[in-house]
């Protein structure tokens, strides 16, 4: 059974930094790239950052350069470090493998709030 949960999320002022945690299952993260998704009111949900099961990370270009994902294999945790956060980033954060896991039915957890403004 997999799972994801998130947290992490926050108000912030433009300009701040957040760190998101996202605990999944152990028996599916060593084998999987995962991802951190984000969906913004009345948009698609997008993918803003991946990370393979070598430790590669891919990145959107709206967040390159100011936000970084890693993994912790031991923890089975990926985070998602947030720098110098603007407006648009506001959004709630979603982690999954990437692409997204669909075995057995799609599965998303509940996300975490990230709301910046002034």
């Known amino acids: 059974q997999v799972q994801f949960v998130e947290s992490g999320g926050d108000l912030v002022q433009p300009g701040g930094s957040l760190r998101l945690s996202c605990a999944a299952s152990?028996?599916?993260?060593?084998?999987?790239?995962m991802g951190w998704y984000r969906q913004a009111p009345g948009k698609q949900r997008e993918l803003v950052a991946s990370?393979?099961?070598?430790?590669?990370?891919n990145y959107a270009p709206s967040v390159r350069g100011r936000f970084v994902i890693s993994r912790d294999s031991a923890k089975s945790t990926v985070y998602l470090q947030m720098n110098n956060l603007k407006p648009e980033d506001t959004a709630v954060y979603y982690c999954?493998?990437?692409?997204?896991?669909?075995?057995?039915?799609?599965?998303w957890g509940q996300g975490t709030q990230v709301t910046v403004s002034s």
């Open positions: 999954n493998t990437n692409p997204p896991w669909t075995t057995g039915g799609a599965y």
């Open positions: 152990g028996s599916i993260f060593d084998r999987y790239a």
């Open positions: 990370i393979s099961v070598y430790f590669i990370a």
